[in-house]
Nanobody, 118 residues
Framework: QVQLVESGGGSVQVGGSLRLSCAAS????????MGWFRQAPGKEREGVAA????????AYADSVKGRFTISQDNAKNTLYLQMNSLRPEDTAMYYC??????WGFGYGGQGTQVTVSS
């Protein structure tokens, strides 16, 4: 079955950077689009970034454009999220996701916590 395992979260100060990783297994990596979404306490889930694994096309939420970069290593079945210029409002649990279309995620991982403090 589809397994997605995130890593790389942590606590950073405003303006800092983190790189999240997601190891995918249990399926053919290029058969699904992948992405990241986040959820903060009391807030709705928000799609952050998505990538078409077959061609590499990407999409971002307006709130992270220019600061976050989604990328992948198809040979390692691994998805990444490079997060720069972090802000307190980026604090959330970040989840790796896979699905049949961009932003159409049917599978998710356990999540990794990102905390940005001022």
């Amino acid at each position: 079955q589809v397994q997605l395992v995130e890593s790389g979260g942590g606590s950073v100060q405003v303006g800092g950077s983190l790189r999240l990783s997601c190891a995918a297994s249990g399926y053919t990596y290029s058969s699904y689009c992948m992405g990241w979404f986040r959820q903060a306490p009391g807030k709705e889930r928000e799609g952050v970034a998505a990538i078409y694994t077959g061609g590499g096309s990407t999409a971002y939420a307006d709130s992270v454009k220019g600061r976050f970069t989604i990328s992948q290593d198809n040979a390692k079945n691994t998805l990444y999220l490079q997060m720069n210029s972090l802000r307190p409002e980026d604090t959330a649990m970040y989840y790796c996701a896979a699905g049949g279309s961009m932003w159409g995620f049917g599978y998710g991982g356990q999540g990794t916590q990102v905390t940005v403090s001022s």
